[in-house]
C-alpha cells in the first residue's frame, strides 16, 4: 500500500529534551516536506526536500533541523524542543515540487512540549 | 494581507443542500489550486485541484476558479454528514501555500 508514515504518532516532551520525528514513503517519491499545524494559522511549511541530500527552509524553520540521506526517510528533528513547538506536524510527499503534482500525508505527530 | 484566505467558519449547512466555500489569494502569478478536505484528527486529503479559469465538477463536488477576481471556490451538492471537515484551500505560486481552512458542518 502507497503510504506516508510517522513515528511516532503521540509525544509528550520536556522543555530542551532532543527528539527525532522519522518520516517515511514507500511510492519513490523526489519532493518530501514538513509542516506543522496549529488552531487559526493553518498548515505551514518547516522544511522541504527536492531530493537526497537537497534540503531547504519553509517559512518557520526555526528550531528545526531535517535530513535527507535516503530517498525514502525524512527525519524531522527538534535539537531543543520549547513549548511554541507544541503543535501537530504532518510530514507530506509527492513525486515532483509540491503544486505540480498530488501531496500525500502522513497520519500526524502530535507533540506536547512542556 | 494573507497569501491565502479563507473564513475560518464554522460554516453550518443542512443535509441535501448546496455547502459554498470560498477562498481568495493575493499572489497573481498563481497557477494551480487544490483544495483538501481534514476531518478532525486526521491528516489532509486532495479531493480537487484546477488549473484554468471556469468550472471543474467531479461527482458531488466542483470547483471553480476566477483568475482575474483572484478566488477560487468549492461547491459541494446534496451536501451529507459525511462532508462534515475542514476543508484547506491551497495555492501554488512560487511555493505551495494553504489557507487556515473553513470548518463545514452538515446537520442532518
Known amino acids: 500500500e502507497a503510504q506516508v508514515t510517522q513515528n511516532p504518532r503521540y509525544l509528550i516532551t520536556v522543555t530542551g529534551k532532543k527528539l527525532t520525528v522519522t518520516c517515511s514513503q514507500n511510492?519513490?517519491?523526489?519532493?518530501m516536506s514538513w509542516y506543522r499545524q496549529d488552531p487559526g494559522l493553518g498548515l505551514r511549511q518547516i522544511y522541504y526536500?527536492?531530493?537526497?541530500?537537497?534540503?531547504d527552509k519553509g517559512d518557520v524553520p526555526e528550531g528545526y533541523k531535517v535530513s535527507r540521506k535516503e530517498k525514502r526517510n525524512f527525519p524531522l528533528i527538534l535539537e531543543s524542543p520549547s513549548p511554541n513547538q507544541t503543535s501537530l506536524y504532518f510530514c507530506?510527499?509527492?513525486?515532483?515540487?509540491?503544486?505540480?503534482?498530488?501531496?500525500?500525508f502522513g497520519p500526524g505527530t502530535r507533540l506536547t512540549v512542556l | 494581507q494573507k497569501e491565502v484566505e479563507q473564513n475560518s467558519g464554522p460554516l453550518s449547512v443542512p443535509e441535501g443542500a448546496i455547502a459554498s466555500l470560498n477562498c481568495t489569494y493575493s499572489d497573481r502569478g498563481s497557477q494551480s489550486f487544490f483544495w483538501y478536505r481534514q476531518y478532525s484528527g486526521k491528516s489532509p486529503e486532495l479531493i480537487m485541484s484546477?488549473?484554468?479559469?471556469g468550472d471543474k465538477e467531479d461527482g458531488r463536488f466542483t470547483a471553480q476558479l476566477n483568475k482575474a477576481s483572484q478566488y477560487v471556490s468549492l461547491l459541494i451538492r446534496d451536501s451529507q454528514p459525511s462532508d462534515s471537515a475542514t476543508y484547506l484551500c491551497?495555492?501554488?505560486?512560487?511555493?505551495?501555500?494553504f489557507g487556515q481552512g473553513t470548518r463545514l458542518t452538515i446537520n442532518p
Open positions: 484546477i488549473y484554468s479559469n
Open positions: 507530506a510527499s509527492s513525486f515532483e515540487t509540491a503544486g505540480v503534482d498530488t501531496q500525500y
Open positions: 526536500s527536492m531530493n537526497v541530500e537537497v534540503t
Open positions: 491551497a495555492i501554488v505560486a512560487q511555493k505551495l501555500v
Open positions: 511510492m519513490n517519491h523526489e519532493y
